[in-house]
Structure formats: structure tokens, C-alpha cells
């Protein structure tokens, strides 16, 4: 998939996680997962990292090598992706207290993985 196909199906689902009502907890963890994972794989091809046709699906299936390799072309978005998919298992699968504050949370968090992904930044060092 092209960046721009990442792009487009990140804000088509952004757009319908706009129309959630807060205690939709659950949707809205997985929409803030998959529109990130969008957004993250948009970025990765835009820099080269990832072919069109290597999509990251999920960072904790990811082999340590290739965390780190893709950490290493922008470690804020893998860190951001991992950090929203680390809160699917106690309130997406479980029903930990807190959820709704989880939900806000993955929310900010894609917010600002948009914003770095819509200007991904080759690193000074990078052989990318």
C-alpha cells in the first residue's frame, strides 16, 4: 500500500472515531490502533524504511530486530503504536477500571502520531 492509501485510511477512520461517543471505549482504542498503524506505515515508506508492499501490523509482533530497525527510522511513532496497543489487552479484551481515561488517552496519542507522520524527518544519521 502506498503512503497516500495509508493516509487516506487513516483519516476515513479517524473520521468515524470522531462520531464515538466517549464510552465506546473499546472502538475507540481499536480505531486510535488501526488508524495509527496507518499513519505509522505511511511514514515508514515515505522514509524508505518499509516497502509499499511491508506493512507493519502490529509492534509487538514485530522481531526485536526489526522493532528496533524501525525504531531507528522514527522511534517516537513505534513507541506511540505500542504504547496504544499495550492498553487493548486490559480494556479492550479485559475491563480494567479506567477505560474511558485509556481511550482518551490512545486518542491524544494518534493525534500526535498524525502529526509527526503527516512530516516524516529522515534522521541526520540515516542510512535510510
Known sequence: MSPEQHRQKALKIERSLA?????????????????????????LHHLGANS???????TYMLTVNEFRRLSAADAQLVAMLAEIEDLRPLHVR??????????D????LLGR????????????????
Do not use: F, Y
Open 19 to 43: 462520531k464515538l461517543t466517549p464510552e465506546l471505549v473499546e472502538i475507540r482504542i481499536e480505531a486510535a490502533m488501526l488508524a495509527g498503524t496507518h499513519w505509522l506505515n505511511a511514514a
Open 52 to 58: 509499499a508492499e511491508s506493512d507493519v501490523m502490529h
Open 94 to 103: 479485559g475491563d480494567v477500571l479506567g477505560g474511558r481515561e485509556a481511550a
Open 105 to 108: 488517552h490512545a486518542c491524544a
Open 113 to 128: 502520531i498524525r502529526q509527526i507522520a503527516e512530516n516524516p524527518v529522515v534522521p541526520a544519521n540515516s542510512s535510510l
